[in-house]
């Protein structure tokens, strides 16, 4: 089993629509989880942490199940902008392991 | 606009060569790393330094060789590379410690193609 796992996509949603995404990790120390967006040949950048009382930042909103050991990450009323492959991030004993991402392409 | 900064943005070079890539952060961090990243994959982790001291090595080619002159600096030294190694290079810091669970800064990366 791999450490982090996302579902690859890809998600083809219209504009506007609501769409969310998974990441499962399997170190059940894992203490800090992160949400990064990629853009075609650019760096990764972050888009938000992922706090166990979950946040929200916008349209954006991220939650921590502990229990099941995993984050989400809901997009509400998608744009074309969002369109891009959204990698969560799983930091734990001095290690930190990337998820495969998941590519998003938002729609008119 | 990312405040790590990479250079060359694009390098190409032949497999007898030998060239450098260089990464520099002004934000005070004291943990830096080198990642590659093929298309479609994630960023693997190839180096971290921490407090200039290099810290961990993910069982990397000695056809690359890592080099932190200052907690500003970061460089990755490149000699006899394979076109396999072809890819995108990102350096990225963080404030404190390597993989404390601070977060990460890339750089815009540096694109290597080897002929």
């Known amino acids: 089993r791999k450490e982090v796992e996302q579902d690859p996509g890809p998600f083809n949603v219209p504009e506007g629509a609501t769409v969310a995404f998974n990441c499962t990790y399997s170190?059940?120390?894992?203490?800090?989880f992160f949400w990064y967006r990629q853009d075609c040949r650019k760096e990764p950048k972050l888009l938000m942490s992922?706090?166990?009382s979950g946040n929200e930042d916008g349209r954006f909103t991220a939650q921590l199940n502990r229990a099941s050991q995993y984050i989400s990450l809901l997009i509400r009323d998608s744009k074309l902008s969002d369109s891009a492959t959204y990698l969560c991030?799983?930091?734990?004993?001095?290690?930190?392991?990337f998820g495969a991402g998941t590519r998003l392409t938002v729609k008119p | 606009d990312t405040e790590v900064t990479q250079t060359p943005k694009h390098l190409v070079m032949g497999m007898t060569n030998k060239k450098s890539l260089k990464c520099e952060q002004h934000?005070?961090?004291?943990?830096m790393y080198w990642y590659k990243q093929k298309a479609k994959k994630p960023p693997e982790l190839m180096f971290v330094?921490?407090?200039?001291?290099?810290?961990i090595n993910e069982s990397v080619p000695s056809r690359f060789s890592p080099e932190c002159p200052n907690s500003s600096l970061l460089n990755l030294h490149l000699h006899a590379l394979q076109p396999e190694d072809s890819a995108l290079y990102l350096c990225?810091?963080?404030?404190?410690?390597?993989?404390?669970?601070?977060?990460?800064?890339f750089g815009e990366g540096s694109w290597l193609t080897v002929v």
């Open positions: 990225a810091s963080s404030q404190t410690g390597a993989h404390s669970g601070n977060t990460i800064y």
């Open positions: 170190n059940s120390a894992s203490q800090s």
């Open positions: 992922v706090y166990s």
């Open positions: 991030v799983v930091h734990g004993n001095n290690d930190m392991r």
């Open positions: 934000m005070g961090h004291r943990a």
């Open positions: 330094y921490s407090y200039e001291k290099l810290s």
